[in-house]
Nanobody
Framework: QMQPVESGGGLVQPGGSLRLSCVAS????????AGWHRQAPGKQRELVAV?????????NYAEFVKGRFAISRDNAKNTVYLQMNSLKPEDTAVYYC?????????WGQGTQVTVSS
């Protein structure tokens, strides 16, 4: 089954940038949607961005990251990315990658993003 593994998290200053990567081993990556969620201290896990399968690679974003974050994918590398710009302290969270369709969706273990306050 798919085994998403996130990387690229770390500590950044407010206004800085960070790029997260998620490698999803397994079959049929190009046929599956992918996305990023995050969970901040004291908050529920929330959707950040999603990207569809297929040549269209349609995207959708949470309102609180529109204009700042961008999701993309490279099917040849089985990888989905999240480019994060203009980071704010409230972006501090564990970021989780997911890959799959419906019940087959697999989740990574998460990577910590800390925007210093």
């Amino acid at each position: 089954q798919m085994q998403p593994v996130e990387s690229g998290g770390g500590l950044v200053q407010p206004g800085g940038s960070l790029r997260l990567s998620c490698v999803a081993s397994g079959s049929r990556f190009s046929m599956k949607g992918a996305g990023w969620h995050r969970q901040a201290p004291g908050k529920q896990r929330e959707l950040v961005a999603v990207i569809s399968s297929g040549s269209g690679a349609g995207t959708n974003y949470a309102e609180f990251v529109k204009g700042r974050f961008a999701i993309s994918r490279d099917n040849a590398k089985n990888t989905v990315y999240l480019q994060m710009n203009s980071l704010k302290p409230e972006d501090t969270a564990v970021y989780y990658c997911s890959v799959g369709n419906g019940a087959s969706t697999q989740w990574g273990q998460g990577t910590q993003v800390t925007v210093s306050s």
